[in-house]
């Protein structure tokens, strides 16, 4: 576990030191939970919500975007249920002045114990070595029995008393657990409180009388009450989908692992309206694609799970998260929920316009249901920039620092790099950069030794490196090496724009989806 977070620390610091991703206003020593993207990481970034876009909207005929206000009329969020439930339970350790969420400290309690039964599993399997049974083991060893039984018995308790809103029991699971405050080892808690996670602000001037309105705290409520605009104007048939990409803001009480929980972070979500009673035929079907649209990436399909809610939200009759393997264990990076037809009925209520859809097929009318799959933008992009990090050991004995980047996800895809700065290879290597730039991200680098600048190249993750030599300018062939491999093959110029395209295409990513 220390090795694991030893590795995220060098990855964030990594993302720092070649542009990815730098804290808010670092020198004003920094805005907790907010984080900009730097030269390379707003490439990347870019380059992720481009893949999720096209998926979306060019291979499903059916989907359309729009590009929703930030702000909305604050009726909306009544509606929705935001002003009055979404709330994290908080909790205060009076001792350290730390605040947390009770419910996250209960779940890292559960998740205490299911590393200690791990912990006896892996010992044992140890000890008893290629007879080991790993099912009787768990179903007969008295520590592991007691320990399963403890986590179950809370694992019911907690569930119990979130569904219940019980701040008061969830305080008392915290003392009974004798869950300690990590920063003071005490066990001085508050009671439990409701936090709402809203930004507020102001619009208009008080002269006027102003009007508080929030931040969106996601860009889902933009896609309801645009889809009378959207299904008339675009004359679309159930079932069709709305797109969208853009910032969301929560007012989180514990921001921690760097982009993973953000206070201003972006979203990627996307409402499919289908027939009432077909629900969970399309959440199933949504289910698979999502995970497709993952796995095309080729990061390693054992690095993802789903995580199917067995809390739901009142309006939810199916909940799943896709899970990714951080270094700091596996984690929510999307959520797919079946939200019946709640978000219509209830604009439909507070509005007073009437929010339907005639089925011609059915010849009645109805509120549409939907499925919503819901991606954060920053913790695909962490997701994919811990995959892809890696200090790979050489057979010279040297390390190098490389990004193993989805090619296509690269912010930059080639480096074109003179051998030496004259003889007139600057100048040629400048001619391929003027022919490749039309199509592809390409760097021209010239200081330092080759070797030094095929390093920085790992390092940010550029798939292709284009060496010019003197043999350039006799024969128009240039050395091409390859990020992953580190080959190196001699290839016409002519042959640059062809070999790259086929690697690094959003194209070739989305031919898998099919
Ligand atoms: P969590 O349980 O981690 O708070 P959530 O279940 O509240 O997440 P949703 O409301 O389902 O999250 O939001 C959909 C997606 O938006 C999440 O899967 C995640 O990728 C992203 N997301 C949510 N909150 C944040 C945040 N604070 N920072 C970055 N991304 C976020």
Redesign the pocket.
């Given at each position: 576990m220390a090795q694991q977070e030893d590795v995220f620390k060098k990855i964030v610091s990594h993302a720092k030191e070649y542009g990815f991703v730098f804290p808010s206003s670092e020198i004003y020593d920094g805005l907790s939970a907010v984080y900009d993207y730097g030269q390379n990481g707003v490439e990347l970034k870019n380059n992720i919500k481009r893949y999720w876009w096209d998926a979306m909207t060019l291979l499903h005929e059916n989907i359309v975007g729009i590009d929703s206000a930030i702000f909305m009329h604050p009726t909306i969020w009544k509606a929705s249920g935001h002003v009055d439930a979404f709330n994290d339970p908080l909790i205060d350790n009076r001792d350290s002045k730390k605040r947390y969420r009770a419910d996250v400290l209960i779940e890292d309690q559960m998740a205490k114990y299911d590393e200690k039964i791990a912990k006896e599993v892996a010992k044992a399997a140890k000890r008893f070595g290629e007879a080991f049974d790993e099912a009787q083991f768990r179903a007969t060893n008295g520590r592991v029995l007691d320990l399963q039984a403890r986590r179950d018995a809370l694992h019911e308790r907690f569930s119990k008393a979130m569904n219940d809103n019980d701040l008061g029991e969830l305080r008392q699971i915290i003392v009974d657990e004798e869950i300690v405050c990590p920063i003071s080892g005490t066990k001085n808690w508050t009671e439990v409180r409701q936090f709402n996670l809203m930004f507020k602000t102001e619009m208009g001037s008080t002269a006027d009388g102003a009007m508080t309105v929030y931040l969106r705290p996601?860009t889902a409520q933009g896609i309801f009450v645009n889809y009378l605009n959207v299904q008339k104007t675009g004359r679309m048939r159930i079932p069709f989908g709305i797109a969208q990409i853009g910032k969301?803001f929560?007012n989180?009480i514990v921001?921690r692992q760097f982009?993973?929980?953000?206070?201003e972070?972006e979203?990627m979500e996307m409402q499919f309206f289908v027939r009432p009673g077909e629900e969970l035929k399309w959440f199933a079907q949504w289910k698979e694609w999502r995970l497709k649209w993952h796995k095309a990436l080729g990061m390693g399909d054992e690095k993802y799970r789903y995580h199917d809610h067995d809390k739901l939200a009142h309006y939810a009759n199916a909940a799943t998260?896709i899970e990714f393997q951080m270094p700091f264990g596996f984690?929510?990076?999307?959520?797919i929920?079946s939200r019946t037809n709640f978000d219509l009925s209830q604009h439909q209520k507070f509005s007073g316009k009437k929010i339907e859809y005639f089925d011609p097929e059915l010849n009645q009318s109805y509120t549409p249901y939907v499925i919503e799959t819901?991606?954060?933008v920053?913790?695909?992009f962490l997701s994919v920039l811990c995959s892809a990090y890696d200090e790979e050991q050489l057979p010279n004995g040297e390390t190098r620092t490389v990004l193993h980047l989805p090619a296509p996800l690269a912010p930059v895809k080639c480096a074109v790099l003179p051998l030496v700065r004259k003889d007139g290879l600057p100048e040629k290597a400048r001619e391929i950069v003027d022919e490749l730039k039309f199509d592809f991200a390409t760097h021209y680098e010239e200081k330092d030794a080759i070797g030094k600048r095929y390093r920085r190249q790992d390092a940010i993750g550029t798939p292709f490196c284009i060496t010019v030599d003197h043999q350039t300018l006799e024969d128009n062939t240039v050395t091409l090496r390859e990020r992953d491999s580190m080959e190196q093959t001699r290839v016409s110029v002519d042959d640059l724009h062809k070999l790259i395209h086929d690697r690094v295409s959003l194209a070739s990513l989305l031919r898998k989806l099919r």
């Open positions: 996601e969301a929560r989180e921001a982009i993973f929980r953000m206070r972070f979203q998260d984690k929510e990076v999307e959520g929920h819901s991606i954060g920053d913790r695909m």
